[in-house]
């Protein structure tokens, strides 16, 4: 913030860096720049503008910021607290900020506070980081244009601070005008506040901090790890709590400024270093390691604050230049991270520096950045996600100047970007798309099955999906790696904010059913892709629809289509006894166009009799166990071609008339070509050539890893694909399939 320091002597003083003007665009369009171009002549010199001296070199800049006892933070915070605030609210509070205090205040506070943000918890906090970033890239990606920093580095970071702090999104409003509240409140010690703008802001101020009292004594001894429930559980040796209520209320209101808009500012300088220097991009996005490097020398080139301040507490000698007991110094981060004393090449962009974190961008000594660890993640993983998403994203023009015109914090307002729309089908391709939802409800559905629905903590849509869909749900299991298991959705396709599935507890099976089971209630996290479909209802006058046991939940949105649709259509759904068979009362309304046929009472479904006779302008849909599907594509052989359409819950089996052997893969788009082994797949050996390709089931069943087929012929060995598909040989499940016969080499469009 811009601040003038009134209480300060102003009286002549020298030297004065002429050329130096905080206000300028030369300054807001790079302040590293700007400074160097008077550090050599000027290295401390006076400012009258901000009544204050400037420090410019490392040397002194590392000397003033290690020694507390001499330079002193005290006099950065102070607030004008109006006089109805003050009983509530007391200006001595104000005083009680992190940037803002001493030892050994400053020792207690940081101590309780610094347990939030240890780097092993943030590292814990980087799948939520990553999955936020992908939820906010969906909601803009097809619109091929954005402002950057508004909607996508304030959103990430804003997303972030509300996870580390436990604060669902019923208070993200609240906490982004309590953001920009706090800098109101700081900077009317020296600017005051005209009304009726004054009373606003302390209006909201006063009531977001009474709100977050209210959520801090709630969280007293709470054993949760969010930041709150963390400094509010704290105690002295004596047993006391280490921190008052309100003043962990003031440190929330400090993380939910500094912990949103200068990483917010770093992610979006970095977009513009990226493309002026697209050879760092280029290896970036090949080598997904050095996204922490590119954070690190955005900031190290423009730290999103470039100054911080303290006041002498005795007169010193800093290069040369007498500073008076009293006198406040500003010190120049962006100049002491470039000054070429201690920086080879300072200007250049580069990310392969040996000691890439060797700069002041979150300053040094005692107050180095409390959140430094958090920025460096999310910084890092937005980064990352971005280009992922979007790797033609550029800016529309890097000189444009749209800034808040403040010296110690230069906020940038917006940044306009493009990019090509068909990065958002190409980066499907190359990772599979992951939302992080939570348990909504749990319901017994029958004997051995619940169902979960899945929904958004903060209750927006969810990816559109069609009848026949799928999603990949990571399941809980333990300190191991979750297990990956793929669920039909079975809710309506209308309902937009939450996803619906039916889990069959399989007592003999591989574990993932009954960590389901046991694991998932209402309020648990739980992370899932977006919806595939390899299932989809086809248009047809007429449907018959077949449902084994869980088999019944793809089959349940199609009915709802079939219905919109104005189609005819009847359901055969079996089962081993009514109690086991879910969703009987939802199909109840249906009257006779659903045949239960409970084993226990009626045998099995007679699907003989039912497909004996080919029916006109009718499509066979069927889902359940093997046998079941079996038997269906046995009775169906006289039908049209394609007129049976299967859900497999594991892969057809394939009968081998001659052992496998080796052929080679030409990548068409990579230009690669690979030998496959004769006991490989072609996904493994494409990975093990380090080619882009991604993958779930890798047993052809869910297909995420299909393929289009350029040139050869294709041993399709999947369960996805119909007859014709497998015989058109335009595209493949490179999981199980392989090149067929007498092929030598297979083309494929990846």
């Known amino acids: 913030m811009t601040t003038v320091h009134d209480d300060a002597p102003v009286t002549g003083r020298c030297p004065v860096a002429h050329g130096f003007d905080a206000m300028g665009d030369g300054y807001y369009r790079d302040p590293a720049r700007h400074l ?23 040397e002194d800049c590392l000397a003033v910021l290690s020694d507390w006892q001499t330079y002193s933070s005290a006099a950065n915070s102070a607030a004008d607290v109006p006089d109805k605030y003050q009983e509530i609210y007391p200006p001595e509070l104000v005083a009680k900020m992190i940037v803002g205090q001493d030892p050994p205040g400053h020792t207690d506070a940081r101590s309780v506070a610094q347990r939030g943000f240890i780097k092993e918890r943030m590292d814990r906090l980087q799948p939520e980081i990553e999955a936020r970033a992908h939820r906010i890239i969906d909601r803009f990606e097809n619109n091929g244009s954005a402002n950057l920093l508004e909607e996508y580095s304030l959103e990430l ?3 972030t601070i509300m996870a580390l702090l436990g604060l669902g999104y019923e208070y993200e409003a609240m906490m982004r005008q309590l953001r920009d509240d706090l800098f109101a409140v700081l900077s009317s010690a020296h600017e005051p506040l005209p009304e009726p703008k004054r009373s606003e802001v302390w209006d909201r101020f006063v009531e977001a901090n009474l709100v977050l009292r209210g959520i801090v004594d709630a969280r007293r001894d709470s054993d949760a790890d969010d930041i709150i429930s963390v400094m509010a559980s704290a105690r002295k ?30 992610m979006t300088n970095a977009v513009i270093f990226l493309s002026e220097n697209l050879d760092a991009l280029e290896d970036a996005v090949a080598e997904p390691e050095l996204w922490p490097r590119v954070f690190e020398e955005t900031v190290r080139r423009r730290p999103s604050s470039t100054f911080t301040s303290r006041r002498a507490t005795r007169d010193v000698d800093l290069s040369g230049v007498r500073i008076a007991e009293g006198e406040m110094i500003w010190i120049a981060l962006a100049s002491a991270n470039t000054d070429s004393e201690h920086v080879e090449r300072p200007f250049e962009f580069d990310i392969h520096r040996p000691d890439p974190t060797d700069h002041f961008a979150f300053t040094a000594g005692r107050h180095t950045c ?8 999310q910084g890092a993983t937005g980064l990352r996600v971005l280009f992922e998403r979007l790797p033609s994203l550029r800016p529309d023009d890097t000189e444009e100047l749209d800034f808040l015109r403040m010296a110690l914090l230069p906020v940038r307002r917006s940044l306009q970007v493009s990019w090509d729309v068909a990065d958002v089908e190409r980066s499907k391709e190359r990772a599979v798309r992951t939302l992080n939802l939570q348990v909504v409800e749990r319901e017994e559905a029958s004997d051995g099955v619940i169902t979960l629905v899945l929904g958004h903590p903060d209750g927006g849509e969810l990816p559109r999906w069609k009848a026949g869909a799928h999603i990949d749900v990571h399941v809980p299991n333990g300190e191991s790696e979750p297990f990956l298991r793929q669920y039909s959705l079975s809710s309506d396709p209308d309902e937009r904010t939450s996803y619906r599935i039916g889990v069959l507890r399989e007592v003999a099976g591989r574990g993932g059913s009954t960590a389901m089971h046991e694991s998932l209630v209402p309020g648990s996290q739980v992370t899932v892709s977006w919806p595939r479909n390899n299932f989809r209802l086809a248009p047809a006058a007429r449907y018959l629809f077949i449902a084994g046991g869980i088999g019944i939940t793809p089959i349940l949105p199609m009915l709802c289509e079939a219905e919109r649709a104005g189609a005819e259509w009847e ?47 009718t499509l066979v849909y069927a889902c359940g166990p093997e046998p079941l599907l079996r038997a269906a594509e046995q009775n169906t052989a006289a039908w049209p071609k394609d007129s049976l359409r299967l859900e497999r819950f594991a892969p057809k089996p394939v009968e ?13 788009k990579s230009g690669s070509v690979v030998e496959v082994g004769a006991e490989e797949t072609i996904l493994e050996a494409a990975e093990r050539a380090g080619l882009p390709v991604i993958s779930s089931c890798k047993t052809g069943t869910c297909g995420t890893c299909e393929t289009p087929v350029l040139a050869g012929s294709a041993d399709h060995r999947d369960s996805i694909l119909t007859a014709s598909e497998q015989e058109a040989d335009e595209s493949m499940m490179i999981c199980v ?12 469009d990846r």
Not at 370 to 377: D, F, K, M, T
Not at 585 to 599: K, N
Not at 741 to 747: D, F, I, S, T, W
Request: glycine content about 8%.
């Open 36 to 58: 160097a171009e008077v550090r050599d002549a000027t290295p401390v010199f006076w400012y009258p503008y901000l009544n204050a001296w400037i420090v410019t070199k490392r």
């Open 370 to 377: 409390l959140g430094n660890p958090l920025a460096r993640v």
């Open 571 to 617: 359901l055969v759904y079996g089962g081993r006894s009514r109690s086991s068979m879910a969703f009987l009362r939802e199909l109840a309304v249906h009257g006779d166009r659903i045949t239960l046929v409970p084993q226990d009472e009626a045998g099995i479904i007679d699907l003989p009799g039912l497909l004996g006779q080919p029916r006109e302008d």
């Open 237 to 266: 040796e004596d047993g006391s709590y280490a921190l008052q209520t309100q003043q962990i209320a003031l440190h929330v209101s400090e993380f939910a400024a500094a912990g949103t808009d200068t990483t917010a500012q770093a």
């Open 656 to 668: 081998r008339t001659a052992p496998d052997t080796p052929f080679e893969v030409e990548f068409a």
């Open 157 to 159: 970071t804003t997303q």
């Open 737 to 748: 399939s392989r090149a067929a016969g007498e092929c030598p080499r297979l083309v494929l």
